[in-house]
Structure formats: C-alpha cells, structure tokens
C-alpha cells in the first residue's frame, strides 16, 4: 500500500468512527463504499467486513447494497479501465463489433480483467460522443469512430507504453544497485 | 378506541377502524385479497403486487397490503380489469419459474401454485426467460435453490426481523436478483443456523430441508440393521396436518403405529430423553446455584440456538448448560444402555430421530457429541419428511389403531411432553428443581408464567425462601434481546430458557406446511400445537421427570447419577466460539424492533 493509500485508509476509518456515532450509521453506508472503492479500486472483503463491525450493519445488508449498484467493483480492476459505449447511435455504427474485438483481443468478458491486470474491460451507457460514435474510453479517455483495426491498435499503444515504464523502472533499479 | 371511518369495499358501505391497511380492513370484512410478499409478522415489503386493489380517484392499482384506509375511500378487489392485472402478474412470476411442478417437493403445497390455480391461470400466454443457478447443498440442515425463487423476500425478512441473525440479503438487482448470504457464500459456511424458518415461510421450494428420506428407506431395507427411531414431542401435535387434519390433535400412538409398520424394530420416545434432560440440567442448576456456579445458566436444547451462541454470544459459553438436547442424550444411552441390555453391537444400531427441527440435522453431525467414535443420532427426518414416507409407504397415519412405545426407552412424564412448546423445559425444569432442593412436593406444578406466545416471559418461584428468578425467550430475535438484558445485568435471572423457532418446538423449520386457508407460524395454530402437548401432561399421572420409573431405572443400572462421570461422558457437551463470515456485533441498536 503506498503512502497516499495508507493516508486515505486513516480517513475512511475516521470517517467510519463519526457515522458510528451517528443515529443512522446506515445512512453513511453508501458514501463510505465509495470512499473504500477510491483508495482500492473495488471493494475488498476484508474492508467490507471492517465497515460491518465499525458501523454495526449486516454484512449481508452490506453485500445488498454493494451488488446492486453497476458502481461498485466486487474484484480488483485493471490499471486501465477500457468502457465500450453501447448506447443507441454507437450500437447501430458498430459497437456489438468493437466490444468483440475487444473481448478477441484482451481474451476477457465484459466485467473482467485481464491476468496481466492491465485492462478491465465494461460496457457503458452513452459516454456523450454520439457525434464520432461508436466510442470507448479508456480512463478519462475518449477514442471516437472506431474500427477493428483502430481498436486494436489503440489497446497496443497502452501495452507498449506499460512495457517501456516496466523497463525504464527495471532499469532504474538496476542503476541503484551497487 | 379512535373513531370509526367509512369505507366502500365493492359498493357496499362498512364502518372501520382508521390506522390500518386496506388489507388488514379487507382481512377483517371477510374480503380476502390474494397476497404472497406479505405475512403479518413481517415488515411490509409490496414488492409482489399482488393484492393489488382499485381505489377510486387513484391513477393506478394500489398494493392493499401497504395502502392505509381513509375516510370516505372507495375500493373495488374484483373487478375484471383488477382481476386481469393480477392474473397477469402472477403469470410473469411463473414465467421465469421451472416448470417442474410434478417432480417439485412443494407440488401440492405451494402458495405459488395455490395462487396459481385460484387465479384461474389454465395456459402460458408468455415464454420468460429462465433463471439458471446450482443448488447450494452446503449446509446439513438447509438446502438454498435460486431458481425455485420468486424474490418475494420472506426468507430475508425472516432470517432478520424475527431471528435477527441477517444471514440472508437479496443481491445484484432487477432479473438478476439472488436470495444468498454475504459475499455469496455457501449455506453451510455462512451464519445461517440452521433453524429452518426460512423453509417456513417460503412460499415455494427455495428453500428446503436436506432430505434423508431415500437414504432412510435403503437402510431399513438393510437385515443387518437394528433400526432405532425416536420422535420429539412436537411432531405427534402437528403431524395431523400434513395428513389434513385440523391443528392440535395429539397423534402419538398413531405415530408410534406407523414407524412400526414402516419397519422400526423399536420406536421409542425423545420425550424419556427429555425427562432425562431435566434430571441433568436441573441438577446441573442446582450445582451452579450452591456452589458459587455460572448463572444465569441458560438452556441448550435448541440446536439453532447452540449455533447462535457460538456465533453471537461465546462470552455466554461458560452460562449454557453442558446438556446435550435430548435427542443427543436418546441416541446416546441407545447405542450404549439399550444396546447393552439387548447384547446389540452398537455399530450395528440405525438411529433415526423423527424432529421438528432442521437444525437437528446440523446437531445429529456436531463431532463434540460423538462418543466411542460413534455418532448417538445416524439420520434426522422432519415432521415433513416423515409425513411423505408414510404416505409413500402407503400407511394410513389418520385411520391407524394406536399403539404404544417400547421399553427401555419410551415411557415419559408429563414434563416431557410439554418439551415442545416454549417455556416448557423451564416448566419441567422447575417441577423437577423444586423438589430436588426443597425435598417437598410442589403442589401447583402448571407454571402459567412461562407459558403462552409472549416473545419474553418472565416469573419467579421461592425454593426455601430463596426467590429463583427465571426468562424465556423463543425465536432467536427475541432470545437475542433477552441476552443483551443479561449482558447488562448479569444478576437479574437465575435460570434462563431459550428456543430458537419461534413458539418453541412446536413452531420448528421442519413442521408442516402451512396448510389452505393457513399461513405459516399463525399464532392461532400455534397454540393448538402446545395445546395438545400441554393436554398430554395434563391426562399424565407421571407428570415429574424424576418420577419417571424407567429414568430412575437407567441411572440405577447404567448412568449412576445425575452429573456422574458416567453421564458426563454421553450425555454432556462443550461449545466453542465460531466466527463465520458475516458476524456483526450484538447489541441494543443492531436488534432493531420489539420483541414479538
């Protein structure tokens, strides 16, 4: 855990002892969810467990709540998060076909991620970029009027440039050694 | 009393008490408006639609079960249109629904189908897509099938409301909506305990108990096999009606006459373990309370509860009676005192308990009540199970000449039988306490105190001018609130009795279905239950465990007496904390409601 996510993890848990002492800690369920989904990307059991005892809420009410929102992850998500736009006007300029060469290509169905923990592949509801549909985002990232051949490509560019970081911090490493 | 409102139900006038629900003022007028979400004991869910009704001036149908009366309100609960919009939704629910009535163990007794079938649904106008999930087969006790589930959420307002124990939710949501425990782990590993109130109150088969009744018909095909059965006090109040019989008739010596002719070579009687039981458990009592001893001691008959302690309340360990139940302590001098007497290798002894239970289940596999590497209990059976292989086996239960127990093990007292109905065990308990401490007769034995459906009762009897200060608590809700009191108080009782189903025994997750014109846990036959049991003690002449002769005969030939080493060695236990996932903490606020 780096220092950033340890000093995130102090605040939930301050913030989890105030909605203790609230009347309603239940109604801070939500907002606490989202907190631990912040700092880990999804929501560990173990933080679910810990939100349970703290807050005095059935771990089974906690499990309701965090599978009924699409929001929440129940496993850990890739570094890059790929979200292919099935509303209507990508659908009908191809969308069906860019989310199966995706699928081809990260050999992962949609909710999944891939075993390098690379990419973790969704679908969503109109990202808003009707106009160069059909689209997806990776990140914050919008690529517009996709191909096969452009897809593909596009997911490459995020392979290399994680390949090159990997052996530039190799190579830093082994610089600092003696 | 507030006063009167005026309401039309189908352009006909009636005056009725304002503050209640279209359905509880419908209820009342003799209006019966089809339901399946809602049970009074539970919290209003209006998630089925289904009883829905017309009120004029409203733009849509309203769920009656959920809707208050208003003065002046008109309703109309039959109408052709209101009657296609209900015929509708049902035929939505059975859309996405098996259909395998025919090979379904509810087929005939589910609410689904009653609904169904009043409805007057006689073809499928629409092909819904089905639900896929495997059965969890975890658990001992019970058994969790997703794909028989119609999201009513009964089982999830049960599991919580009642038995605060919030094993169940329902996760994901809309089509793919599933009834599991926390993180979706198996039955078996989850909180679950086992008590099987789920299986009541489910209107299909969603929920089942794990069903022993093929392995038991091989085995009392098998000559090698001495076969033993032993059926709790509850089952012979209750059995009547899974044969369409009314609530409350006493069933024993038919019971007794059908396990001979399914082809038990002795039928015996948990009601003599329960008077053994309380020679135990009052003696351990009066150990505790003149030695300096762990009080409040608290009861440990109830299996369900025996996993609610350990999962809830392990601080209260050391306070629960080392008794095994008595189906444990019956299987035990079975395989040992029995087998003796008739020179039978035990090994070679099925022991089969007939239980109202499915937690019994769970208890029959605990590895602590084990002895000589042997289990005292081979194969639980439900009240409902037993009821199917009867009828398989074709024995008319209802018409059958009744016969009576066999010896060593079968005679009881009237404290035995009253086992099966809350505030019973304190009853037979205090019968027995009293006059093993006070070497006097307690003239007035009824203790009316403990009895009834109150969610906690308490009373207080004098022994030798010291005042005993006893509670009950049946439904684990209710015996959870009762605890946080002792949590608090340590002091405030002596003796605390506690069973997991709500009115005892006799509420137990195995008993029969409700039946038609019936719902499940209905107070009114409740009572009928622990009427038939209190009746029993009453026609008894025996009506004191100690004064039970083949008691008095087991301790002089085998077990010594009561706390001997002899008896600790089979007829006590230990408990040890567990921590399954899903544990919250207990306390004031996380047992939310009133004791019901």
Redesign the interface.
């Known amino acids: 855990m780096t220092q950033n996510q340890t000093e995130k993890l102090q605040a939930i848990r301050e913030a989890m002892q105030a909605a203790r002492n609230d009347a309603h800690p239940e109604s801070h369920l939500i907002g606490i969810l989202h907190k631990v989904q912040e700092v880990f990307g999804y929501l560990p059991r173990e933080m679910m467990d810990e939100v349970a005892q703290t807050l005095e809420i059935p771990t089974a009410h906690i499990w309701g709540v965090a599978t009924f929102y699409h929001y929440f992850n129940l496993e850990p998500i890739g570094r890059h998060v790929v979200s292919v736009c099935m509303g209507t006007a990508c659908y009908v300029k191809g969308a069906a076909s860019v989310l199966e060469t995706l699928k081809k290509e990260l050999g992962v169905e949609v909710g999944k991620t891939t075993s390098d923990g690379l990419f973790t592949l969704q679908e969503a509801r109109c990202l808003g970029a009707c106009g160069i549909a059909p689209v997806m985002m990776i990140d914050e990232k919008i690529y517009g009027q996709l191909d096969s051949k452009k897809t593909v490509d596009i997911i490459n560019q995020y392979r290399k440039a994680a390949a090159e970081e990997k052996s530039a911090v190799g190579a830093e490493t082994r610089r600092g050694k003696p | 009393m507030s006063r009167l409102i005026t309401i039309t139900i189908n352009d006909k006038p009636y005056q009725v008490e304002p503050n209640q629900t279209i359905m509880q003022a419908a209820d009342k007028l003799g209006f019966h408006i089809p339901r399946l979400c809602y049970h009074p004991k539970l919290s209003i869910e209006g998630a089925c639609r289904v009883c829905i009704v017309e009120v004029e001036g409203m733009k849509n149908y309203v769920a009656s079960c959920a809707f208050p009366v208003s003065d002046g309100m008109k309703i109309r609960t039959n109408t052709q249109a209101l009657r296609t919009a209900r015929r509708d939704i049902i035929e939505l629910i059975l859309d996405n629904h098996p259909q395998d009535c025919h090979t379904c163990e509810r087929d005939g007794n589910c609410e689904l189908q009653r609904l169904a079938a009043s409805m007057g649904i006689r073809a499928r106008h629409f092909e819904g897509e089905r639900k896929r999930y495997e059965k969890d087969l975890s658990s001992e006790a019970v058994i969790r099938d997703p794909e028989k589930c119609i999201l009513c959420g009964r089982c999830v307002r049960m599991c ?1 409301e009642i038995q605060q124990v ?8 809309g089509f793919h909506t599933v009834v ?5 782990m198996p039955m078996g590993e989850s909180v679950c305990t086992a008590c099987g109130q789920c299986i009541n109150v489910c209107p299909t088969a969603a929920f089942l108990e794990k069903n022993y009744t093929q392995e038991l018909f091989e085995k009392l095909n098998d000559p090698n096999l001495v076969k033993v059965v032993q059926f709790a006090p509850s089952v012979r109040a209750a059995i009547g009606e899974a044969f369409g019989l009314e609530p409350g008739l006493n069933m024993e010596g038919q019971l007794i006459a059908s396990l001979r002719k399914l082809g038990f070579d002795y039928v015996f009687d948990t009601q003599f373990a329960a008077d053994l039981t309380i020679m135990e458990e009052a003696s351990e009592f009066l150990e505790r309370l003149q030695s300096g001893g762990v009080l409040p001691m608290i009861t440990s008959c109830s299996s369900a509860w025996m996993k609610c302690l350990e999962q809830f309340y392990p601080d209260l360990i050391p306070n629960v009676s080392t008794c095994k139940s008595p189906m444990s302590m019956q299987g035990a001098v079975t395989k040992t005192y029995f087998a003796k007497k008739k020179k039978i290798d035990p090994r070679k002894i099925l022991s089969v308990a007939v239980m109202c239970c499915t937690a019994k289940k769970y208890e029959a596999a605990r590895p602590e009540l084990m002895f000589d590497g042997m289990r005292g209990v081979d194969i639980v059976v439900t009240t409902r199970e037993a009821a199917w292989m009867i009828k398989s086996a074709g024995i008319d239960l209802v018409n059958i000449q009744p016969e009576e127990p066999d010896h060593p093990l079968g005679i009881s007292s009237g404290a035995g039988a009253i086992f099966g109905a809350t505030g019973g065990v304190m009853e037979a308990a205090i019968r027995t306490a009293y006059e093993l401490y006070t070497g006097e007769t307690l003239v007035d034995i009824e203790v009316e105190a403990v009895r009834g459906l109150k969610g906690i009762k308490e009373g207080s009897i004098v022994m030798d001018g010291k005042e005993i200060r006893v509670a009950v608590a049946h439904g684990l809700g209710n015996a959870c609130r009762l605890l946080e009191r002792v949590r608090q108080d340590p002091s405030r009782y002596h003796f605390i009795e506690i069973m997991g189903c709500p009115g005892g025994c006799v509420g137990g997750g195995g008993q029969p279905y409700a039946q038609i014109n019936s719902i499940p846990l209905d107070d009114e036959n409740l009572r009928k239950r622990a009427q038939a049991l209190y009746d029993l003690d009453k026609a008894k002449t025996i009506r004191r465990s100690h004064d039970n002769p083949d008691v008095q005969k087991l301790y002089k030939e085998f077990l010594q007496s009561p706390l001997s080493p002899v008896s600790h060695q089979y007829l006590h236990t230990h408990y040890k904390a567990k921590t399954p ?5 207990r ?1 004031e ?2 047992l939310s409601g009133d004791s019901k």
């Open positions: 919580s919030h094993n169940l939710t329902q996760a994901h949501r599991m425990p926390a993180y979706n996932v899903g544990i919250i903490p306390n606020r996380t």
